[in-house]
């Protein structure tokens, strides 16, 4: 037998197994989805709190922080992973999940040299690259095993609580879809960041603040004069007036872009959440999720770039002066 042959049965032996594999995750879900069935969470705007007691003032710790946290973990877990193998390859060309990342920052470091220009795509191109990860990765932490799901039993007032079956060992709980007179809900431990439109508006409100950094560093004084330009109110008053005008609406504008960019990353992530939650429940059977899955894997990803790219073009709108001034010069 050739060696191709050989490699063919390799593959369809390899096939086989994958097969097999997906038919037994397939059917013992099934199976504990029959044992076990689903229980439809408490759906809330508000993060829910993991502590009694504020941790300063009054602010508490939310599943909310911890799935911060988590996130947080894993962009410098990304970070140190790429110097590593950066570092390991000593010049060679990158290949496996290196090469991949590296793709995904090559085509978001040509976006924004295509926008920004030569000149500043290295200082727009960091903020892109950050909030386009950081954003990725907090989006797709919904889809991973126990997010949402796991946590801990609070009593629920009477007709409102679930009973809870335990497991007999760790002192683990799980609930079961019977309302109970003594009943509990659950308080996941990690939620979806965003799903906490304080998340989404703190992010809204530091892309807007550097957008006008990185304006007022392209522009100096110059850049304010969008908002209050007052050189043609001696002169010509009416003109001056309605440059004025224009100036408000402006400044208007940057309040209306973190108002945008806060509800529409928080609505989209919040309602996919939503409706793998209600899947989930009604219909507890792997393949039917796997496909909502996927559709939220996709649109994580584009609510993430959708989110960069907005800031990376308001950032490079940023650059050019207002009015009959030139473009900053470009070296591009």
Excluded at 107 to 133: C, Q
Excluded at 242 to 270: C, H, M, P, Q, Y
């Amino acid at each position: 037998m050739s060696l191709s042959e050989l490699t063919q049965v390799d593959k369809k032996k390899k096939r086989k197994v994958h097969l097999i594999l997906i038919a037994v995750v397939i059917a013992v879900g099934f199976v504990l989805s029959l044992l076990f069935p689903p229980v439809q969470p408490e759906i809330q705007l508000a993060a829910e709190h993991l502590s009694h007691q504020p941790l300063v003032g009054n602010v508490y710790l939310t599943n909310t922080m911890v799935s911060m946290l988590l996130v947080d973990a894993v962009m410098l877990g990304i970070a140190f992973f790429i110097r590593r193998m950066v570092l390991r390859s000593e010049g060679r060309v990158p290949g496996g999940w290196l090469g991949g990342i590296e793709a995904i920052l090559d085509f978001i470091y040509g976006l924004t040299e295509k926008t920004a220009g030569k000149k500043w795509v290295k200082t727009v191109f960091p903020f892109f690259a950050i909030i386009f990860t950081y954003v990725l990765v907090a989006n797709w932490m919904e889809l991973l095993p126990g997010i949402e799901s796991v946590g801990l039993l609070e009593p629920k007032p009477a007709g409102e609580g679930f009973v809870a079956h335990e497991l007999g060992f760790l002192n683990l709980y799980i609930l079961k879809p019977y309302p109970a007179d003594e009943g509990y809900g659950l308080v996941p431990f990690v939620r979806t960041l965003t799903t906490d439109i304080n998340f989404t508006l703190a992010l809204a409100i530091f892309s807007i603040v550097m957008v006008q950094v990185v304006g007022f560093k392209a522009l100096g004084i110059q850049y304010f004069s969008k908002f209050f330009n007052v050189k043609q109110l001696r002169k010509r008053p009416f003109m001056g007036f309605i440059d004025l005008a224009v100036g408000f609406l402006e400044l208007i504008s940057e309040f209306s872009k973190v108002i945008s960019f806060t509800f529409r990353l928080f609505g989209n992530v919040f309602a996919g959440m939503v409706i793998i939650i209600v899947i989930g429940t009604l219909v507890p059977m792997l393949p039917v999720q796997s496909i909502f899955l996927g559709v939220e894997l996709f649109f994580g990803a584009i609510q993430a770039l959708v989110f960069g790219m907005l800031t990376m073009v308001f950032m490079s709108m940023a650059l050019h002066a207002h009015g009959k001034e030139d473009v900053v010069e470009d070296a591009g």
